[in-house]
């Protein structure tokens, strides 16, 4: 019987918070969101409620960049301009359930609007502590 068992009673369930990261190399041709999404899964990741992430994007000037965050704050969104040393970055927060299709298809549309502007769609973050609960017994 293990410690937890004794402590709590047979089959009791203990919810408890980890920090889980995710870092994995993609192989060339595979689905990159496909596989961060897998990858997230097996780390015991409860996707079927909403995330905070980050998209980020990059932008070889700062009238790129500009031109970039203004196109997105014009569809609502609230990107977070950046600069050091001469490389412009923007990160724009979002909060939602992460699904293979709708990940896919934003990555489809911030590549194309990066590409507008000169610059560059990196992919997404996530940053998360989630709770989990365990089956003990």
């Known amino acids: 019987m293990s410690f937890l068992s004794k402590l709590f009673g047979k089959g009791a369930t203990v919810s408890k918070e980890m920090r889980t990261e995710v870092r994995t190399a993609i192989p060339a041709g ?3 969101d496909r596989a961060i999404l897998e990858q997230l899964r097996k780390a015991g990741l409860d ?3 909403p995330f905070h992430i980050r998209h980020i994007f990059s932008a070889p000037t700062g009238d790129a960049a500009r031109g970039l965050q203004q196109e997105l704050e014009s569809r609502g969104l609230k990107p977070e301009l950046t600069e050091e040393s ?4 923007i990160a724009l927060p979002e ?15 911030f590549q194309s609007l990066a590409g507008n502007f000169g610059g560059a769609y990196a992919g997404w973050e996530l940053k998360t502590t ?3 609960t365990i089956e003990i017994g």
Do not use: F, I, P
């Not at 001469?86 to 970055?89: A, N, Q, T």
């Not at 992460?98 to 549309?109: F, I, N």
């Open 30 to 32: 595979q689905d990159v």
């Open 47 to 49: 996707l079927s409620n």
């Open 86 to 89: 001469g490389r412009w970055k």
């Open 95 to 109: 909060e939602l359930v992460l699904e293979e299709s709708s990940m896919a298809a934003k990555r489809a549309e």
């Open 130 to 132: 989630q709770k989990r």
